[in-house]
């Protein structure tokens, strides 16, 4: 399939990403992504509302379609909710951990992000009753996978991670804002810490990463700035041009920058 946009290390596609027929078995060493989550998010050319247990067997045809393509010891960090009012309480990021243990991927860890947004805290429930009060965490989840084995092998490779980052982002706590979406263009994009995080902790300089719902491209700038080759899908030409711009007017980072 012909990219909508390449660079030296970035490849973006404009198509959907549910099978991803067009990329090679075993080829992705890190996945980076933040799925559409079946709120009813007004994105362009995807209709973000369908029921719930039809949005999980979607969610597993793209969870065995990102094992296929991740090398043995690839590793998948998924950016989901914790859980959900929409059409009765769901908890959303448990049925995503079961989906993914059931598409053949291993379960590493969880990291909570804490994003602190309680700005859409308008839900009491039963206000000072026990009847039924509604208690909300100000959480997204990152729950990280990984393929057959967790230990990868450094022989050749680089890397550049910084002792003080390696201690706090190894708690699995992570304290930052979002991301403003008048900012970025998209309804509903993550900040570049997430991505810049992720990346600096689970892959090597040598690595490439896949960002299958790339939005307005965070992912592949971020991986970029950092000197990883990603690949980003979108299904909808106006956020793949935006994310076509974001790569387009980031520079390759020196080399100095990126190993160590
Ligand atoms: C939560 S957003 C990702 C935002 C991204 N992390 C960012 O920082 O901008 C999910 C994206 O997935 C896209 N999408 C929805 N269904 C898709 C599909 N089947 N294949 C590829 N992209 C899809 C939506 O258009 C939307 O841009």
Redesign the pocket.
Known sequence: MEPYYRDDLVTIYN????HLAFLDDASIDLTI?????NLD?S????K?DLPYSAYLEWVAL?ARALYRVSRLGGRACV?VPLDTNKGGKRAVYADYVRVFLAAGWQYQTTIVWNEQNISRRTAWGSWRKPSAPFVTAPVEMIPVFYKQRWHRPDAGKHWSIDARDFQDWSLGCWTFPG?NPRR?G?????PEELPRRLLLLYSYVEDVVL?????????CRVAKRLGRRSIG????PA?CER?AAAARSEPLPGSEAIRS
């Open positions: 198509t959907d990403a549910t992504t933040s799925p559409p989550y998010v994105y362009n050319g995807y973000d793209w950016n991301e970025a998209h309804p509903a994009p993550f960002d299958p719902f790339l939005g307005s491209g965070t992912t899908v979108e299904v909808d956020y994310a």
